[in-house]
C-alpha cells in the first residue's frame, strides 16, 4: 500500500479521499488556492502545500505546482478526485514521468474515452450498444444535413470533447440543423478548445441509467450495479438513485454483464462509469467516465463496498476485494446535491455559511466539507453538500430523505434544500415515473 498520497482536490471530495486514505493507514497532502487556507481538507491532512491563488487554472489545474508539491512532501501517488485534473491524459502521464502512481486508468484509457467520438468507437466495438448517429465527426452543415437525414430527425449535435452538457445543440426539423451545428461547434471551440462535432439521434423520454465498473492489474473486473441520474437541469445531474426505480434483476444483470466483458476487453484499471440512455426497454451508450464519480456514494450504500479504497488499493496493485458473484445489492439509496444556489433560479449564491447543523440518525449520510462559519468562495462550483440516504426499499429512503433535509440548519447563503423538499411531494416522483426531461417540465409548470 502507498505510504502517502496528494489530494488534488478540494470540497467534498477531496475530505472523502482523505477519510479512505485515513482508514487504510496511508498519510495525506492536501493542495490549497490561497481561497482555500481554511477549508476542511487543508485542516484534516496531514500536511498542505498551497499552490496557488484562487483561480483553478493557477491553482488546481496547475500542474506543475502539483507535481512540486507531491516532490516536496515525498508522496507515493496522487489521487485527482473528479473535475480538475481527473481526466487530463497529459496530467496522467506527467504523473507517472516523475514516478508517482496516478490513482485513476492508463492516460491512454483516458484519452480514448475523452473524445466521445474515439469512446463510442472502442466502446461499439468491444460489444456495447450505441446511440444510431454519425460515424465519427461531422465536418460541415452539408454533411451533417445528409447524416441527419439518414438517422432521421431529431438529431442532437454533440461536441467530442463535451463536459458538463456543454456544446450540445437540438435539431428537431432540417431547418435546425444548420444553427445547431454551427453553435454546437462555435460553444465546443470556446469551453474545449475543440470544435469537433458529432450526430446523435435524439432519445424523446429517455432515462440516463449508469453502470459502475472497477478493474485491477490481475485481470479482473467487475460491474456494481447502476445509478439512475435522469433527474436532471441543463443535463447536470441533481438527484441520483441506485438501485433504479424501473429495472428488473434480468436487466440489470445482463446490461452488467455487457458493460463488465466491454471494459475487460479494453484491459481498463481502475473504476469507471458507463453511461447509457434507456428507452422502452434498451441501452445506449452515451459516454464513459473514467474517474470516480460525485453519485459513487449510492452505489457504496447499496452495495456495501468502500469504492474509494477499493480504487486507491486497486492503484497500489492489489487484487478487487470482491468477485463478481460476491456483489450483493441490498435495499436502496438516493443522493441530492445540495448546491449553494438559489432554489428556483439556480443563481450560485457564495458567501458566509452562518449556522450549520448536519442531519443524522440511521440511514443518512452526509458527504461536506462545509462547517459553522465557513465562506464558500466564488471561485469553484456551488456544491454545499451531497445529502445520501438509504435503506431497506424506496419508500423508507424517501420518509429519510423528507426527515434528514428538515434537520438540516444552513444559513447566510441560499441552497437547493427548498427545492427537493418539494420534489418530495410530487406523486410522479414518489412513483419513480421521471425521464431526462422531468425535471425541467416540472420547474417550468411550477412557474
Ligand atoms: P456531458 O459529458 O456533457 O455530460 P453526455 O453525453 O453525458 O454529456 O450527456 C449528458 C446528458 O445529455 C444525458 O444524461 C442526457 O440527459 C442528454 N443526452 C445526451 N445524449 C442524448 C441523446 N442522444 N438523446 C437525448 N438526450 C441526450
Known amino acids: 500500500m502507498f505510504g502517502k498520497v496528494l ?34 481538507h487543508v485542516r484534516l491532512a496531514d500536511e498542505s502545500v498551497c499552490i496557488g491563488p484562487p483561480a483553478a487554472k493557477d491553482s488546481y489545474l496547475n500542474i506543475a505546482s502539483i507535481i512540486a508539491a507531491a516532490e516536496i512532501t515525498g508522496a507515493d501517488a496522487i489521487h485527482p478526485g473528479y473535475g480538475f485534473l481527473s481526466e487530463n491524459a497529459r496530467f496522467a502521464e506527467i504523473v507517472a514521468a516523475h514516478d508517482l502512481t496516478f490513482i485513476g486508468p492508463s492516460a ?9 467520438i474515439t469512446a463510442k468507437e472502442t466502446i461499439g466495438k468491444a460489444g456495447i450498444p450505441l446511440v444510431p448517429g454519425s460515424d465519427g465527426a461531422v465536418r460541415t452543415v452539408d454533411e451533417g444535413r445528409k447524416i441527419a437525414k439518414e438517422i432521421g430527425y ?28 454551427l453553435n454546437a461547434q462555435s460553444e465546443a471551440k470556446a469551453a474545449f478548445g475543440d470544435d469537433s462535432v458529432y450526430l446523435e439521434k435524439y432519445l424523446e423520454l429517455p432515462r440516463h441509467i449508469e453502470i459502475q465498473i472497477a478493474a485491477d492489474s490481475h485481470g479482473n473486473v467487475i460491474h456494481l450495479g447502476e445509478r439512475d441520474c435522469s433527474l436532471q437541469r441543463r443535463h447536470q445531474k441533481v438527484l441520483e438513485e441506485a438501485l433504479s426505480p424501473v429495472l428488473t434483476d434480468e436487466q440489470r444483470a445482463e446490461i452488467g454483464e455487457i458493460t463488465r466483458s466491454a471494459i475487460e476487453k479494453l484491459g481498463y484499471l481502475g473504476v469507471g462509469t458507463v453511461e447509457y440512455l434507456y428507452e422502452n426497454g434498451k441501452f445506449y451508450f452515451i459516454e464513459m467516465n473514467t474517474r470516480l464519480q460525485v453519485e459513487h456514494p449510492i452505489t457504496e450504500q447499496v452495495t456495501d463496498l468502500d469504492l474509494v479504497r477499493e480504487q486507491i488499493s486497486i492503484a497500489a496493485g492489489n487484487k478487487l476485494t470482491l468477485r463478481q458473484e460476491d456483489v450483493k ?32 440518525g440511521p440511514g443518512v449520510r452526509f458527504d461536506s466539507a462545509v462547517y459553522d462559519g465557513y465562506m464558500i468562495p466564488p471561485h469553484y462550483d456551488s456544491m454545499i453538500g451531497k445529502l445520501i440516504v438509504y435503506g431497506d426499499s424506496r419508500e423508507l429512503c424517501l ?35 421521471y425521464n431526462i426531461h422531468w425535471l425541467e417540465n416540472w420547474l417550468a409548470e411550477d412557474d
Do not use: Y
Open 399 to 433: 420518509a429519510r430523505l423528507r426527515r434528514a433535509l428538515s434537520e438540516t440548519v444552513l444559513t447566510g447563503v441560499k441552497s437547493t434544500i427548498p427545492l427537493f423538499e418539494e420534489l418530495l411531494d410530487n406523486p410522479e416522483f414518489q412513483r419513480g415515473e
Open 108 to 116: 491512454e484509457h483516458i484519452r480514448v474515452m475523452g473524445d466521445k
Open 329 to 360: 445489492f441490498n435495499g436502496h439509496a438516493i443522493e441530492c446535491r445540495i448546491n449553494a444556489e438559489d432554489p428556483r433560479t439556480f443563481a450560485p449564491s457564495p458567501g458566509r455559511i452562518t449556522d450549520f447543523h448536519a442531519p443524522g
Open 7 to 40: 489530494i488534488a482536490n478540494r470540497g467534498e471530495i477531496a475530505l472523502r479521499v482523505h477519510r479512505a486514505c485515513k482508514e487504510l493507514g496511508i498519510q495525506t497532502v492536501a493542495v490549497h488556492s490561497t481561497a482555500d487556507a481554511n477549508a476542511m
Open 154 to 181: 431529431p438529431v442532437l449535435v454533440k461536441a467530442a470533447s463535451g463536459g458538463g452538457g456543454r456544446g450540445m445543440k437540438l435539431a428537431r426539423t432540417e431547418d435546425d440543423i444548420e444553427s445547431a451545428i
